[in-house]
């Protein structure tokens, strides 16, 4: 597994803590930052699938 997968995984999962924390104290600011991290999470992990891709293709 891709260290970028892993990474963004983590950085979602912490962009969704934000959000929720944002949306309880109605923190509008905070709940966007955890919804900006969310997508950079998402990202972050497409990108190491698609090298996990590629290497699993260059090994058959």
């Known amino acids: 597994m891709d260290k970028n997968t892993v990474k963004g995984a983590v950085k979602e ?18 709940e966007a930052d955890g919804k900006a991290e969310q997508v950079e999470g998402k990202a972050q ?3 190491g699938k698609t090298a996990d891709a590629a290497r699993s293709a260059l090994r058959h």
């Open 13 to 30: 999962a912490v962009g969704k803590g934000k959000e929720g924390l944002g949306k309880a104290t109605g923190n509008v600011r905070l």
């Open 45 to 47: 992990k497409t990108v």
